[in-house]
């Protein structure tokens, strides 16, 4: 069974709150050209994503900086609903893990409410799962931090990916599966 993790990309995608919103447009149909394409402009850090280190340290490494495997592995999904600040039992996490939390947050995600409130990992969860060696963390928000983004700059530091935005999570929660992020 393959599970897509990541929010469609459209008119309706929320934006982070200061950024451009995404234009699509259409730029030739199969009536007029003889085939369909569209134009897309969009923020990086826009949908389902990966932060690299360099998104926030002046010296980080971008994505293309990481070998392929870097995005391929075992994913734990984590039951963390109804938690403002996650922190959890790491017990189940192993080294090279991907480690993605389950908070519900993303059932906001298209309304007013998606950008407030947001669950946090705190910074002894991060710690842990930087303790742990896991290789990539992600969630159902749009970060697992708020300014000054500590825990973003801890993951960075050790070169732990950051996927934001994740769907389907409830269909995963407790289990391990193969990712191809």
Same mark, same amino acid.
């Given at each position: 069974?393959?599970?897509?993790?990541?929010?469609?990309?459209?008119?309706?995608?929320?934006?982070?709150?200061?950024?451009? *919103?995404?234009?699509?447009?259409?730029?030739?149909?199969?009536? *007029?050209?003889?085939?369909? %394409?569209? !134009?897309? #402009?969009? /923020?990086?850090?826009?949908? #389902?994503?990966?932060?690299?280190?360099?998104?926030?340290?002046?010296?980080? *490494?971008?994505?293309?900086?990481?070998?392929? %495997?870097?995005?391929?592995?075992?994913?734990?999904?984590?039951?963390? !609903?109804?938690? +403002? %600040?996650?922190?959890?039992?790491?017990?189940?996490?192993?080294?090279?893990?991907?480690?993605?939390? &389950? #908070?519900?947050?993303?059932?906001?995600?298209?309304? /007013?409410? &998606?950008?407030?409130?947001?669950?946090?990992?705190?910074?002894?969860?991060?710690?842990?799962?930087?303790?742990?060696?896991?290789?990539?963390?992600?969630?159902?928000?749009?970060?697992?931090?708020?300014?000054? &983004?500590?825990?973003?700059?801890?993951?960075?530091?050790?070169?732990?990916?950051?996927? %934001? /935005? +994740?769907?389907?999570?409830?269909?995963?929660?407790?289990? !391990?599966?193969?990712?191809?992020?």
């Amino acid at each position: 069974m393959i599970i897509d993790l990541s929010i469609s990309i459209d008119e309706n995608t929320p934006t982070f709150p200061g950024d451009p *919103k995404q234009e699509i447009k259409q730029q030739a149909t199969i009536e *007029k050209d003889g085939w369909n %394409e569209k !134009r897309l #402009t969009i /923020n990086s850090h826009f949908s #389902t994503h990966i932060d690299a280190p360099f998104h926030m340290l002046e010296s980080g *490494k971008k994505l293309t900086d990481f070998p392929i %495997e870097k995005f391929i592995g075992e994913v734990i999904v984590l039951d963390v !609903r109804n938690k +403002l %600040e996650i922190e959890i039992n790491l017990e189940k996490v192993k080294a090279n893990d991907i480690v993605f939390f &389950y #908070t519900g947050h993303i059932s906001k995600v298209y309304s /007013n409410q &998606y950008f407030k409130n947001n669950p946090v990992i705190t910074k002894i969860t991060a710690q842990q799962l930087i303790d742990k060696k896991i290789k990539i963390v992600g969630l159902d928000s749009f970060s697992p931090d708020n300014e000054p &983004y500590e825990v973003h700059k801890m993951f960075f530091k050790h070169e732990i990916l950051i996927v %934001e /935005n +994740l769907i389907n999570l409830d269909k995963l929660v407790g289990k !391990r599966f193969m990712c191809y992020i």
